[in-house]
């Protein structure tokens, strides 16, 4: 059982930068892979980030490529995506997933076993 909390979600200004976290709890969170999705409003919800169970791999949307950056801490049982050159049209609501071993997700929503609650990310223009 893992169980996901997002945090770090707020308003900035177009240009700016948010770091969101998802900590996590479960003694098997380290074999897990991570991601981000989100869901503006009256939109279907879309894969931002994933990242392997290692760290190794990290796979991004096209849009957010350059911009977002996936990591993660084992050790503090975090996944964060650090949001840089924020857009109006990354307005959403975030949420991290995790997807069981062997930890190896992509984009694929039903891949992701655990969602958390999300956060809200407003980008304004």
């Known amino acids: 059982q893992v169980q996901l909390v997002e945090s770090g979600g707020g308003l900035v200004q177009a240009g700016g930068s948010l770091r969101l976290s998802c900590a996590a709890s479960?003694?098997?969170?380290?074999?897990?892979?991570m991601g981000w999705f989100r869901q503006a409003p009256g939109k279907e919800r879309e894969f931002v980030a994933a990242i392997s169970w290692s760290g190794g791999s990290t796979y991004y949307r096209n849009s957010v490529k350059g911009r977002f950056t996936i990591s993660r801490d084992s050790a503090k049982n975090t996944v964060y995506l650090q949001m840089n050159s924020l857009k109006p049209e990354d307005t959403a609501v975030y949420t991290c997933g995790a997807c069981p071993p062997p930890g190896y997700c992509s984009g694929s929503l039903g891949e992701y076993d655990y969602w958390g609650q999300g956060t809200q990310v407003t980008v304004s223009s």
């Open positions: 479960g003694r098997t969170f380290s074999r897990y892979g």
